[in-house]
């Protein structure tokens, strides 16, 4: 396997750079994650999409408080010790939970700054947990297969906003071609994964790569900054975080928790239409393990 750091540097080192050991600098690590595509056996506490959650004897089943009190179904669950190998910036605990649930009645999803649109849960002690019963009021359209999370370290030149560490230690030159470099980047490595899906789903010999440097991008991604199919999205968690913290609120303040094309056809998603959600957390929360103001964005083409 490539030294997929390294192999970054050499593509950035291909353009013309005012100070490109500033640009080098804007580097910055995050976990990409993959999804089986085939039903994954049921266990209590693998990071998965679908089936039942793991939860502590005394859980309450979330509701859509709304409009009927519809239970709310369940999205996906993700165990950050099984994260923790991968996490080079070592921002996430090293045990620990994390559920997700996603209110699909009426598309109240898709209005995700309303409340119950979106819940998450964090339980940090793992031994005492059991499968929950998914309640008989939830559909069969809404009950996702189990589908296990497969995760790997990764490094990005991000898009605007990028490294705010820098501050202004990259030119405006420099700021502008970042962007414009780690679109091209990310765009070829993703079109590549694309020509190889097309080609051996219609059974003809996939394109060669000149190595696996396209596999290390993609839209599920947790840490570093991600995709925006719209609004840039620290922005946009900036503006809605000041109901929680007026006086705290600044975008470089933003971690992406996990964000990732919800695919409906594959397993993930509840649509077919490829929307995108976020979600997104200050970093003093995420240090204090404090999910209970994670927020919830929703982007659509």
């Known amino acids: ?35 089986d595509k085939n039903e ?23 509701v859509q408080s709304l409009t009927n009190n519809a239970p709310l179904a369940f999205f996906f669950q993700i165990n ?9 910036a070592n921002l996430f605990p090293d045990h620990g939970i994390l559920l997700c649930f996603a209110s699909v009645t009426d598309d109240i999803m898709w209005e ?54 820098l501050g202004d230690d990259i030119s405006e030159d420099d700021a502008d071609g970042i962007d414009e470099v780690a679109d091209i980047i990310f765009d070829k490595a993703i079109m590549m994964q694309h ?15 000149e190595d696996d440097f396209y596999t290390f991008f993609s839209h599920n991604i947790l840490q570093g900054v ?19 913290d007026k006086k705290n609120n600044d975008r470089e303040n933003y971690i992406n928790l996990i964000s990732f094309e919800m695919r409906g056809k594959y397993g993930y998603g509840f649509s ?8 997104c957390m200050h970093q003093k929360d995420l240090a204090n393990l404090d999910f209970k103001n994670t927020i919830a964005i929703v982007q659509n083409t």
């Open 1 to 35: 396997m490539i030294d997929i750091k390294k192999r970054l540097i050499e593509e950035i080192e291909k353009y013309e750079w005012d100070n490109v050991d500033d640009v080098i600098k804007s580097i910055m690590p995050n976990i990409i994650f993959s999804v």
């Open 40 to 62: 994954s056996d049921l266990s209590i506490l693998n990071s998965r999409f679908g089936g039942a959650p793991a939860v502590p004897e005394d859980f309450v089943w979330p």
């Open 80 to 88: 950050f010790e099984e994260i923790k190998p991968y996490d080079v």
């Open 112 to 165: 995700y700054d309303v409340k119950d649109a979106f819940k998450v849960y964090f339980f940090s002690d793992t031994e005492n947990l059991n499968l929950a019963k998914i309640p008989e009021e939830i559909p069969l359209e809404q009950r996702l297969a189990p589908r296990d999370i497969n995760f790997k370290n990764s490094y990005q030149l991000p898009r605007y906003p990028f490294n705010y560490e």
């Open 195 to 209: 020509r190889i899906e097309l080609a051996k789903g219609a059974g003809l010999q996939p394109p060669t790569p």
């Open 226 to 244: 991600p995709f925006s199919v719209q609004h840039y999205i620290a922005e946009k968690w900036s503006d809605l975080y000041k109901k929680y």
């Open 272 to 279: 077919m239409n490829g929307a995108h959600l976020y979600l």
